[in-house]
């Protein structure tokens, strides 16, 4: 018997619902039309809607690797517009010396790019001997040990 246009249409959206609204079978249900919740949960179980399932996962893990590289491209063009609005900068500086809002400008530039330069900021660490006094190294030549 052939499933009918109206059937297969609601798997699908039972399917879609269900992967994007983060697995909530309620919502999934209330989307494709189903009222009793036990029969979208054997529709789950269909091979037809678990590969549907299966499908929908594998596109929105595809668009969100595209959206990073959008994002990571995005970001690299951000970078690079600095970097030139900073050269203009000094160019406008070196013609112009002592302009107060320039060098304000140029300073945050200067301090927003060594900051994301900088992936992980080398923590300070102090070490002091038992007394807490500050250590101090001695470097002997090799004859002298």
């Known amino acids: 018997m052939a499933e009918t246009m109206k059937k297969r249409t609601r798997k699908i959206i039972l ?3 269900y992967v994007l609204s983060g697995y909530d079978l309620t919502a999934a249900c ?3 039309g189903y009222k009793n919740r036990a ?18 996962e594998e596109m929105r893990r595809e668009q969100t690797i595209n959206l ?4 990571d491209a995005g970001a690299v063009d951000a970078y690079r517009d ?6 203009r900068l000094v160019e406008f500086l ?3 010396p002592g302009t ?5 400008l ?7 790019l060594i900051d994301k330069s900088i992936p992980d900021p080398p923590q300070k660490h102090e070490h002091s001997g038992p007394d807490g006094e500050a250590l101090q190294i001695i470097i002997k030549a090799p004859d002298e040990v």
């Not at 990073?68 to 994002?71: F, M, N, P, Q, Y």
């Not at 107060?100 to 304000?104: Q, S, Y």
């Open 39 to 56: 029969w979208a949960y054997q529709l789950l179980q269909d091979p037809e809607v678990r590969e549907h399932i299966a499908w929908v």
């Open 68 to 71: 990073r590289k959008a994002i």
């Open 15 to 17: 399917a879609e619902t």
């Open 82 to 87: 600095l970097l030139a609005q900073k050269k």
């Open 94 to 96: 070196e013609r112009n």
């Open 100 to 104: 107060a809002w320039a060098e304000r």
């Open 106 to 112: 140029l300073k945050d530039i200067a301090v927003y």
């Open 30 to 32: 209330r989307a494709a």
